[in-house]
């Protein structure tokens, strides 16, 4: 089979899965839909490292982000290829606001639209759903479907920043509801992990990188992304480097 023709298969096998998957997921079934699901990009790390602005660069999706717009609940991004393109914004509610499972898990659409200049407004609609106004972690997540004819089969998961420690009854809520998402997303058998680090940062401080060695002790699942390269003081693009090679 020529490769161009291999490539399709592989698309159309990427899209069949894909559809089953969803499906099985909102129902709750996670165990059944493990078995099943093609690869999905995790997107990990520190706070405002930018890993929602890498999404927005990988999959042209203004999902929220930037200074004041910290992301507090998961979403996952579903790409599907389709003739036209259409976006279809879901919220799926399976935890109560201190993590403990509902006795139902309940998927409901929240738009479903052609506009791409409706996607941030939709997501923020999603958003308030699920936090109800807070600024507080929350496990329950953001389904994104988008479909269009140049789109990539891609499954991304875009995570709130890591928080390993905060004082007070209410940080110490804060930091174990943001463990739990990370504990749910790494432990995903068909999770690839893609770890963003800002060049800024010392590599060191980097507590997640912990959680990742025993979800991926090889590191065979893992890609690092150094970000904010243009924040480098000059001089010391070497030090970068060395993180980029370790
Ligand atoms: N200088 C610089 N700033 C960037 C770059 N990428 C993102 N930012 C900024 O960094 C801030 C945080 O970006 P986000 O994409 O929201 O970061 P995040 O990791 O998703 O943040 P949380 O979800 O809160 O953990 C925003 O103000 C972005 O505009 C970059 O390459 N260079
Ligand atoms: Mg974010």
Redesign the pocket.
């Known amino acids: 089979m020529a490769s161009a023709q291999l490539y399709q298969a592989d698309v159309s096998h990427a899209h069949v899965l894909n559809e089953i998957s969803a499906d099985i997921r909102s129902l709750g079934l996670e165990r059944t839909c493990e078995q099943l699901e093609s690869p999905i990009l995790v997107c990990c790390?520190?706070?405002?490292?930018?890993?929602?602005?890498?999404i927005?660069r990988l999959t042209k999706l203004e999902v929220?982000?930037?200074?004041g717009?910290?992301?507090r609940n998961p979403f996952e991004i579903r790409c599907k290829r389709a003739l036209k393109e259409r976006f279809v914004v879901k919220v799926r509610k399976e935890f109560d606001d201190f993590g403990n499972r509902l006795p139902d898990t309940n998927e409901y659409e929240v738009g479903d639209f052609n506009n791409r200049q409706d996607f941030t407004r939709m997501c923020g609609k999603a958003v308030d759903q699920i936090l109800g106004g807070k600024d507080a972690f929350n496990l329950n997540c953001v389904v994104i479907e988008v479909y269009g004819p140049d789109v990539e089969p891609v499954n991304v998961v875009?995570?709130?920043?890591w928080v390993e420690l905060k004082s007070g009854e209410d940080g110490e809520l804060q930091a174990k509801l943001c463990q739990r998402i990370y504990e749910f997303y790494l432990g995903l058998p068909n999770a690839l992990y893609i770890l963003?680090h800002s060049a800024s940062e010392n590599v060191e401080k980097d507590a997640i990188w912990a959680r990742l060695k025993v979800a991926d002790p090889k590191l065979e699942r893992t890609i690092g992304i150094l970000?904010?390269?243009?924040?480098i003081p000059v001089g010391e693009h070497n030090e970068a480097l060395k993180i980029l090679i370790a």
């Open positions: 790390g520190e706070q405002s490292v930018g890993k929602s602005s890498f927005w929220p982000r930037d200074t717009t910290c992301t875009d995570l709130p920043g963003l970000t904010k390269p243009d924040l």
